[in-house]
T-cell receptor, first 110, second 116 residues
Framework: GENVEQHPSTLSVQEGDSAVIKCTYS??????FPWYKQELGKRPQLIID?????GEKKDQRIAVTLNKTAKHFSLHITETQPEDSAVYFC?????????FGAGTILRVKS | DAGVIQSPRHEVTEMGQEVTLRCKPI?????LFWYRQTMMRGLELLIY????????DSGMPEDRFSAKMPNASFSTLKIQPSEPRDSAVYFC??????????????FGPGTRLTVL
């Protein structure tokens, strides 16, 4: 189906540690996998995305990996900072729309 | 560009009343999306438009919900009559080109709806 499963639902890390969020899907209909960050009371905003012809993409402290064979993709945040605390949503492109995961609440403790 | 604009930012109404949420997409964007966000259901796509034409309204929960896009710069989401379970944050988003194919969706600030 079109759904995407996201894990974990909450993640608490110490400042400076790494955080990893994983998403899985079941069919092969997607070629675009974006990640959105939503701070408390704010709108979701795109932080990084990856296309299916690429296995990994990095932007400073964040990176995304994609395994199309296994049908999963992950967000990696290194050297976490308090301002990384937010809800993170993975998504997959599905036809003309995006299908979002349920979200991961990331808390970075200082 | 000011980004996606939504109004009102907050709406408190009583059960049974009609509620109208408004959205102005980014100029030039040809796709417009309405989402509902709750703790229980996460971010749900309600309906989306392409060039002002509704393409997929399968996410609209009931006949009480309706959406229109009379022109490229304005869309409304209407709930009539409203019920307490409609309380949520409603986001409008727009994109230039197919959202599922490499094109970023830009979200508005959202409307927080409370139905008493």
């Amino acid at each position: 189906g079109e759904n995407v499963e996201q894990h974990p639902s909450t993640l608490s890390v110490q400042e400076g540690d790494s955080a990893v969020i994983k998403c899985t899907y079941s069919d092969s209909a997607s070629n675009y996998f974006p990640w959105y960050k939503q701070e408390l009371g704010k709108r979701p905003q795109l932080i990084i995305d990856i296309r299916s012809n690429v296995g990994e993409k990095k932007d400073q402290r964040i990176a995304v990996t994609l395994n199309k064979t296994a049908k999963h993709f992950s967000l990696h945040i290194t050297e976490t900072q308090p301002e990384d605390s937010a809800v993170y949503f993975c998504a997959r492109g599905y036809g003309n729309k995006l299908v979002f995961g349920a979200g991961t609440i990331l808390r970075v403790k200082s | 560009d000011a980004g996606v604009i939504q109004s009102p930012r907050h709406e408190v109404t009583e059960m049974g009343q009609e509620v109208t949420l408004r959205c102005k997409p980014i100029s030039g964007h040809d796709y417009l999306f309405w989402y509902r966000q709750t703790m229980m259901r996460g971010l749900e796509l309600l309906i989306y438009f392409n060039n002002n034409v509704p393409i997929d309204d399968s996410g609209m929960p009931e006949d009480r919900f309706s959406a229109k896009m009379p022109n490229a710069s304005f869309s409304t989401l209407k709930i009539q009559p409203s019920e307490p379970r409609d309380s949520a944050v409603y986001f409008c988003a727009s994109s230039l080109g197919l959202a599922g194919v490499y094109n970023e969706q830009f979200f508005g600030p959202g409307t927080r709806l409370t139905v008493l």
